[in-house]
């Protein structure tokens, strides 16, 4: 898995050929990657349990959170799906302050609000797709740079000759990043549906 220092090693000299850009060249890095953070590939999927609190009507989202997937809370040994409400009514709802185990939920700022509100501490099963950690340290590195590196350093390459005035050397770079991003939408695609299809004579 690539490092955040290899892979400015390999923006500077293998893709600009310049060695006096080296911060520019990480903020770069990290802009690219902000950039397609906020949609969901096979590498920033994840899961996880959160709890509920007895006469709490809301837990606290995971600090990673993006996009759910689907929350559930567990009784008996059983995960049942919460269904997804408005927050007007589970506010509606929990007027009558009711408890019970949770049936609803809606996210609102860094909360999921419950109703009915829980009864008890309930194991909560998220899955939902994630912030990946920045990079920061040399040693760093995340699902970005081991999954989507020609994707990032291409990327990066692009604004830092852009903002140097390279803007021919900026298209070409760009125009390999579209290619990246592509290929990692169809792989994308493809582990979601991976079923055999049937084929045509």
């Known amino acids: 898995m690539p ?13 600009l050929n310049r060695t006096d850009l080296i911060p520019e060249v ?29 006469g709490q009507s809301f837990v606290t989202v995971p600090a990673d959170f993006y996009v759910m997937d689907s929350l559930r ?15 007007l009514d589970l ?41 990946l950690p920045p990079l920061s340290a040399d040693s760093d590195t995340n ?3 081991s999954a989507a590196e020609d994707m990032v350093a291409y990327g990066a390459a692009r604004m830092v000759s852009m903002n140097i005035g390279r ?5 070409i770079f760009g125009t390999i990043e579209r290619e990246h991003y592509m290929s990692l939408c169809r792989m994308r695609d493809q582990r979601a549906f991976s ?3 049937p084929t045509k004579f």
């Open 3 to 15: 490092t955040y220092l290899e892979v400015q090693q390999r923006v500077n000299l293998e893709l």
């Open 91 to 131: 506010e509606n709802f929990n007027t009558v302050r009711d408890r019970g185990f949770p049936l609803m939920y809606c996210q609102r700022g860094d909360r999921f609000e419950l109703a009915p509100i829980p009864d008890s501490a309930y194991s909560m099963p998220i899955a939902y797709f994630q912030k």
């Open 195 to 197: 079923s055999i299809r």
């Open 26 to 54: 990480k903020r770069a890095i990290n802009q690219t990657i902000r950039k397609y953070e906020t949609q969901r590939f096979w590498f920033n999927e994840t899961a996880t349990t959160i709890a509920c609190s007895a």
């Open 167 to 171: 803007v021919d050397e900026a298209q």
């Open 143 to 145: 699902g970005w740079l």
């Open 73 to 87: 809370v567990t009784i008996d040994s059983a995960d049942y799906i919460l269904a997804h409400r408005a927050w």
